[in-house]
């Protein structure tokens, strides 16, 4: 070890000289493949449907749709996860005021979800005709 930090540039250069004949003889090719990759980029396009254009506040509500409906399933977990702490407290007060408190916010924080989602289905049906056709939405 000591032979190697007394003679380090010796040993580097040796290194350095090892590496070069083993991946020294490796030519690289390019390759034109920009007509090949297009070509592929069209076709998943095509498969996915990406070639439809969409609206981006109909993008946008989808979005939101998503955000709350999966803060909603984390609001019903605490809510089971609440329960489960106050039910298996066995008269400690402590766990059971812990559990209590956490179905209450939970509970109220569903709730709030869900008027968010029912809003944002209302304003969902109403925005797609909105959006395409430019004009009045049918009362």
Known sequence: MYFFLKHKLIFIALFALGLNLIFGGV????????GDVMKQVKAGGDAAQFSEAIDPRLAIMGVVRIILAVTGIVFTVLIVYGGYNYFTSQGEEEKAEKGSKIMRMAIIGLIIILFSYSITLFIGSRLPALVTEGGEVAK
Not at 27 to 34: I, N, P
């Open 27 to 34: 030519t690289v090719h390019s390759v034109d493949l920009s």
